[in-house]
């Protein structure tokens, strides 16, 4: 999926048919009331909003999807004036989706993930955190750097962890935790800088 600014009130977004291929969705049976594609139109507002600040929950929007022979199709997301006779975003996603199947579809998705994801504007207290969880955790960890901002993605197993109330404890004292694990575990891979893969916290801890 790949998301372009035209301006500031609009973005073009292409879905390639290996993206609808990984939704297990068929293009000449795609409807909007689907739960696939519910998630589809979902995750790309959250990308736009995240990589463009294109936000469009509190704003009316022109939605146009054309056929693209080449790559899937192409989505046109303009953000309308108060004035314009286009239904709002609220509006839009009530009369088409199914938003609150969405939201025990992603609830369920995060409650039943290995992964968790805390983010850290400073290298610092990713340093003093890596410390303490030297004794307790023993999983996989995957340093990633994105505009600044470090992002650590940990293995939750029961295996890898020995006490889980501090370990989720210590966490939330020196960085904030990604809600959306699934979308931001893609968008890092994508853009974001691998610096330490598989064993960042012991890195870390041997060399800072």
């Given at each position: 999926?790949?998301?372009?600014?035209?301006?500031?009130?609009?973005?073009?977004?292409?879905?390639?048919?290996?993206?609808?291929?990984?939704?297990?969705?068929?293009?000449?049976?795609?409807?909007?009331?689907?739960?696939?594609?519910?998630?589809?139109?979902?995750?790309?507002?959250?990308?736009?909003?995240?990589?463009?600040?294109?936000?469009?929950?509190?704003?009316?929007?022109?939605?146009?999807?054309?056929?693209?022979?080449?790559?899937?199709?192409?989505?046109?997301?303009?953000?309308?004036?108060?004035?314009?006779?286009?239904?709002?975003?609220?509006?839009?996603?009530?009369?088409?989706?199914?938003?609150?199947?969405?939201?025990?579809?992603?609830?369920?998705?995060?409650?039943s993930?290995?992964l968790?994801?805390?983010?850290?504007?400073?290298?610092n207290?990713?340093?003093?955190?890596?410390?303490?969880?030297?004794?307790?955790?023993?999983?996989?960890?995957?340093?990633?750097?994105?505009?600044?901002?470090?992002?650590?993605?940990?293995?939750?197993?029961?295996?890898?962890?020995?006490?889980?109330?501090s370990?989720e404890?210590?966490?939330?004292?020196?960085?904030?935790?990604?809600?959306?694990?699934?979308f931001?575990?893609?968008?890092?891979?994508?853009?974001?800088?691998?610096?330490?893969?598989?064993?960042?916290?012991?890195?870390?801890?041997?060399?800072?």
């Open positions: 999926m790949k998301i372009e600014k035209i301006n500031e009130n609009k973005i073009k977004v292409t879905i390639s048919i290996d993206d609808l291929v990984e939704r297990n969705i068929d293009l000449d049976t795609l409807n909007y009331n689907t739960p696939a594609a519910q998630e589809l139109f979902w995750d790309m507002m959250e990308q736009a909003e995240m990589q463009f600040g294109f936000d469009a929950s509190d704003s009316q929007i022109c939605v146009e999807a054309v056929p693209d022979s080449d790559e899937g199709f192409v989505i046109i997301i303009t953000k309308l004036d108060e004035d314009g006779e286009f239904e709002s975003i609220q509006k839009y996603i009530k009369n088409r989706f199914r938003r609150s199947d969405l939201r025990v579809r992603k609830k369920t998705s995060r409650v993930s290995s968790v994801i805390y983010f850290f504007n400073d290298f207290d990713l340093c003093q955190l890596s410390q303490k969880l030297r004794h307790i955790y023993s999983g996989e960890s995957t340093l990633y750097r994105l505009k600044g901002i470090y992002y650590l993605i940990l293995t939750k197993n029961s295996w890898s962890v020995e006490n889980l109330n370990f404890f210590i966490l939330n004292e020196f960085g904030s935790k990604v809600n959306n694990i699934s931001y575990e893609g968008y890092l891979n994508e853009y974001g800088e691998k610096i330490i893969e598989y064993n960042a916290v012991e890195t870390i801890n041997d060399y800072f």
